[in-house]
């Protein structure tokens, strides 16, 4: 079964009732760092082994794990779509225990990183080989085991209002870093001025408000890099920027809870650009959400 | 509509009981049949299957070897050890001929001769008593099929070939390792109804018996039939290198020149010799793997572009004979970034025979620059 935007406490229970209800003898558990997950209760008797997702490709965890997984394992993927692409090898030596065993537990907090196409890898854990290399379909919703939670998400825009000649700061900068580009990667300039735009918003933080960036450099004690926001930390933040790849913010959504993004925005082109960006994933979400309540469960 | 050619396993027939059905057929239907080897894996494999059929048979077949004089000592050894294997049925064709080679690593010195007189104290080793040292064709019909080049390898391969009838030529080519050359031989029946063959003239045709053969299935029949094959596997294998490196090829042509990088750990008394024969061997030992050098995947400092680059090296380009070859060639190319990077490989590899064509697209990078400057 795949779980979509479960609770902690219903993660549990659903393990409590799958274990109750089929025959199992060991639980192997797969999570990554940043999504650790400790199943609670085991019964007597119920052999618990717990890895670090990114293990799997290693040798000492993938061959004996390959001699142990029988039809009477239980296979617990928590948080574990963290690629887009379907050939990555840990993905793949994944399928591999999946392959051994019809027991399957798929814990993930959104439906997709960035496409609806990602829905494809859960899908792949769940059901192994059986839609390998086929594209996503609203159909499989309906078709496969799914249970879903929306998370339903809104942007409230807060004007970080900036001078004319930063603004003319701003286009010198761009152009700087076209002409500099040389046989760089053009897709590292909205990054760059993403950062840049950033910096001009040093004025409009609050020191009574919570704040996350790309990283630490403006060393303020209420301004966090998302690498460092710990786990259901829950707290109200406002984003400065925005992390280049769009995993890093689904997990940062993920560990804290948030469902009202405030982004802090200069008005710039770069900035309209991340927020458009932002609330065209919310819209493949929702669409995603309504096409699960649709097909029906 | 393209449709996609996938691969379906059948649960009826193993490769290798398909393969020996294959092989078998293949001499109920032709009274000679030449295996072509090359010390690697998949032709040992093929070359074993033949010789065991061979030998049930109680018939003789042709070992085929076209001896490159630059190759590992490894590779004689296997073709020595496959030659020797059923001695009784096998007709040595080891041929040591003179041909052009192609020198990817040397601009000074862009062909090799292999086994060219007068240069016999420089040989790699010594030509075999046993082996074909004129070429066993009438010389009135020899063709040529690049006459900038001079006679070539495959003109040595396909003069061979002509000057046989109503010959099965075997190869030991497998579909996952080229796809595309699979696809193009695959297209129609090659003899009778066969497809994993293509037509030759005269009655002859090259059969592919290992055509659906995959990687571990080569192994899995060496191991099992305790066949020996080349120790620069065994080499490979202790490097790490990936499963699609793991290969035994020519030392010195244009997409080859990477196996001199380790050659010297390899078999060093080879290295030394090779040293001896031909230029550049050391550059293509120190830079094969470089990005900046014969690869050319990172531009050099000191070049603003690649295509600054490209004319630098078309302008410095020190052999005149050759230069109009890649001016004309680049004269039609599209001038971008994208083409130019692909240029100055040819260029560095001196591949004015142009074995690796350059995919002239308008450069992918500028659609993106263009998509970034509309929206920021």
């Known amino acids: 079964m795949i779980s979509i935007g479960l609770s902690e406490q219903q993660k549990q229970q659903t393990i409590t009732d799958y274990l109750a209800h089929h025959d199992i003898t060991r639980v192997v558990v797969f999570a990554p760092k940043a999504f650790p997950f400790v199943v609670v209760d085991v019964p007597a008797g119920i052999v618990l082994q717990p890895f670090d997702y990114t293990d799997i490709i290693m040798y000492k965890v993938f061959y004996p794990l390959l001699e142990v997984i029988d039809e009477r394992t239980l296979l617990i993927f928590h948080e574990c779509l963290r690629t887009q692409n379907r050939n990555d090898l840990t993905y793949n030596c994944a399928h591999h225990y999946a392959h051994q065993t019809p027991h399957v537990l798929v814990f993930q907090q959104f439906p997709l990183i960035e496409q609806p196409e990602d829905f494809m890898i859960l899908l792949d854990y769940q059901t192994p080989g059986k839609y390998k290399s086929r594209g996503f379909d609203t159909s499989l919703l309906a078709i496969e085991d799914i249970q879903c939670v929306p998370h339903h998400f809104s942007v409230e825009v807060v004007d970080a209002p900036i001078a004319a000649q930063d603004r003319a700061r701003y286009e010198q900068k761009k152009e700087q870093l076209f002409a500099g580009l040389g046989q760089g990667d053009p897709d590292t300039i909205p990054r760059q001025l993403h950062l840049f735009a950033g910096n001009l918003k040093r004025g409009a933080i609050q020191p009574d408000r919570q704040y996350v960036a790309r990283n630490t450099r403006f060393k303020l004690p209420n301004v966090t890099s998302y690498k460092d926001i710990e786990r259901a930390s829950g707290g109200d933040y406002t984003v400065i920027d925005f992390p280049h790849r769009r995993i890093e913010f689904n997990d940062f959504l993920a560990r804290t809870g948030l469902t009202t993004i405030r982004f802090l925005s200069t008005g710039l082109k770069v900035d309209e650009y991340y927020l ?22 | 509509m393209q449709t996609m050619r996938r691969q379906v396993y059948s649960q009826e027939e193993c490769v290798l009981d398909a393969a020996r059905r294959r092989i078998s057929y293949i001499f109920d239907e032709f009274e000679q049949i030449i295996v072509s080897v090359s010390g690697g894996k998949d032709s040992t494999v093929l070359a074993h299957l033949a010789l065991v059929e061979a030998h049930r048979r109680q018939r003789k077949i042709g070992i085929f070897f076209l001896d490159e004089e630059v190759v590992y000592d490894s590779t004689v050894r296997q073709i020595d050890y496959l030659m ?51 070429p066993p064709w009438p010389r009135e019909s020899e063709t040529v099929r690049d006459k900038n080049k001079g006679f070539g390898f495959y003109d040595a391969i396909d003069n061979f070939q002509h000057a046989r009838r109503d010959t099965a030529f075997l190869v030991g080519l497998r579909a996952v390792e080229s796809m595309n050359r699979w696809r193009a031989v695959a297209k129609n029946p090659g003899y009778k109804d066969v497809y994993w063959c293509t037509a030759m003239p005269k009655g002859c045709a090259s059969f592919y018996p290992l055509y659906d053969w995959n990687f571990h299935d080569i192994w899995k029949y060496l191991y099992d039939e305790r066949v020996r094959y080349s120790r620069i596997y065994d080499y490979l294998y202790l490097k790490g290198a990936p499963l699609n490196e793991m290969r035994v090829s020519s030392l010195i042509h244009e997409k080859s020149f990477k196996s001199l990088v380790d050659l010297p750990e390899f078999e060093p008394k080879t290295y030394d010799r090779l040293v001896k024969r031909i230029g550049g061997v050391t550059i293509g030992h120190l830079y094969g793997k470089d990005a900046k050098m014969l690869r050319a995947r990172s531009l050099p400092k000191g070049h603003a572009s690649w295509r600054a680059y490209r004319d630098f090296l078309l302008a410095t380009y020190p052999d005149e004979s050759k230069r109009w070859i890649f001016a004309r060639r680049y004269a039609r190319h599209l001038d971008n970034e994208y083409v130019a990077r692909q240029q100055c490989r040819q260029l560095l590899l001196n591949d004015y025979e142009n074995d690796l064509p350059v995919d002239n697209q308008p450069d992918p990078r500028e659609k993106a620059i263009q998509k970034w400057r509309a929206l920021l």
Do not use: C, V
């Open chain 2, 84 to 134: 020797s294997l059923y001695p009784e049925n096998t007709t040595r064709l080891w041929l040591q001929l003179e041909f052009h080679l192609t020198n990817a690593t040397s601009l000074t010195e862009g062909q090799l001769i292999a086994w060219e007189a007068g240069k016999h104290k420089i040989w790699m080793r010594s030509k075999r008593s046993d082996s074909i040292q004129h």
């Open chain 1, 276 to 297: 458009g960006e932002l609330g065209q994933w919310i819209e493949r979400l929702e669409r995603m959400y309504a096409d699960h309540a649709q097909t029906g469960l």
